[in-house]
């Protein structure tokens, strides 16, 4: 099992940027495959991006051109910059790390999560 602990949420107006780091425990981060997660009051947990470790990368629609994930294998953290935010950003943003990827964006793929941090961007 891979202990993971999430950072980087806050408050930020529209517009601003944050950067989501997600720290992981283990030896063998480089084997797993990354994803973020967000959910928002009342909403499904929902897909934000993914990192495998051959560093394809995927993202959902509305995050595309404005979010990066990435990963540092020797300091075994993820990363999600999040650029040009809006209010419909707000959420809490979980990573969620697995050695075995099925569907990218299903969170049931998906074996380790952190504790979340949120994020709230204000108009």
């Known amino acids: 099992q891979v202990q993971l602990v999430e950072s980087g949420g806050g408050l930020v107006q529209a517009g601003g940027s944050l950067r989501l780091s997600c720290a992981a425990s283990?030896?063998?981060?480089?084997?797993?495959?990354m994803g973020w997660f967000r959910q928002a009051p009342g909403k499904e947990r929902e897909f934000v991006a993914a990192?495998?470790?051959?560093?394809?990368?995927y993202y959902a629609d509305d995050v595309k051109g404005r979010f990066t994930i990435s990963r540092d294998n020797a300091k075994k953290t993820g990363y999600l910059q999040m650029n040009s935010l809006k209010p419909e950003d707000t959420a809490v943003y979980y990573c969620?790390?697995?050695?075995?990827?099925?569907?990218?964006?299903?969170?049931?793929?998906?074996?380790?999560w952190g504790q979340g941090t949120q994020v709230t961007v204000s108009s």
């Open positions: 969620a790390v697995t050695r075995i990827l099925g569907t990218t964006e299903l969170a049931s793929s998906y074996a380790d």
């Open positions: 283990g030896r063998t981060f480089s084997n797993y495959a």
């Open positions: 990192i495998k470790w051959n560093a394809e990368r």
